[in-house]
């Protein structure tokens, strides 16, 4: 099983771009057709999908985020990166990056990152 | 978007009890239905997919039903270990969504 682990600053000034990677180890971040997923949770509240990109390169963002997310590839190092610009407090969160798996039909989310907290303050 | 709503948002239960928790989509999203186990600190852990796949390593008193709109997850025989909050999510449609959680405390 693939294992995911997330790194990036812990702290991010208001206004700026919040950008974490996603270390992808156990496989290749270009075999395969799989989505490699961004999802967050402030603290004490629920989870929020926040988007993802496909092995081909199309992405998928969740509407509440606007134009504010990019989620991007890089195979050269088996990773996966966020960048969520114009930050707010309310972006102060736990980021979880997952690569969701396909069975039975539907996807699910079998492999997750350990989380990394981003807290948005000057 | 989909709307997941769970209920209860949370219930207390004693070691041994059966525990059930509901999750309503708003729209018909036939099986994409998984559902998750987490504890304080930790990443979500996969329980059930597709509405009542057991994943593999997860105890068999785990157990989920339901498609269309209505879903339930039943833990038979409930253990110290299963006190967490859980998750329902849909992967239909994007925005895959969650339900906002029901957190099962200890009696």
């Known amino acids: 099983q693939v294992q995911l682990q997330e790194s990036g600053p812990g702290l991010v000034k208001p206004s700026q771009t919040l950008s974490l990677t996603c270390t992808v180890s156990?496989?290749?971040?270009?075999?395969?057709?799989?989505?490699w997923s961004w999802t967050r949770q402030p603290a004490g509240k629920g989870l929020e999908w926040i988007g993802h990109?496909?092995?081909?390169?199309?992405?998928n963002y969740n509407p509440s985020f606007k134009s504010r997310v990019t989620i991007s590839v890089d195979t050269s190092k088996n990773q996966f990166s966020l960048r969520l610009s114009s930050v707010t407090a309310a972006d102060t969160a736990v980021y979880y990056c997952?690569?969701?798996?396909?069975?039975?039909?539907?996807?699910?989310?079998?492999?997750w990152g350990q989380g990394t907290l981003v807290t948005v303050s000057s | 978007d989909i709307q997941m709503t769970q209920s209860p948002s949370s219930l207390s239960a004693s070691v041994g009890d059966r525990v059930t928790v509901t999750c309503r989509a708003s729209q018909i999203i036939s099986n994409f239905l998984s559902w998750y186990q987490q504890k304080p600190g930790k990443a979500p852990k996969l329980l059930i997919y597709a509405a009542s796949s057991l994943q593999s390593g997860v105890p068999s008193r785990f157990s989920g039903s339901g498609s269309g709109t209505d879903f339930t997850l039943t833990i038979g025989n409930l253990q110290p270990e299963d006190f967490a909050t859980y998750y329902c999510?849909?992967?239909?449609?994007?925005?895959?969504?969650f339900g906002q959680g029901t957190k099962v405390e200890i009696k």
């Open positions: 999510q849909q992967t239909y449609s994007v925005p895959w969504t």
């Open positions: 156990g496989g290749s971040i270009s075999s395969g057709s799989y989505y």
């Open positions: 997952a690569r969701p798996n396909y069975g039975s039909g539907t996807y699910y989310f079998d492999s």
């Open positions: 990109i496909h092995t081909s390169g199309s992405t």
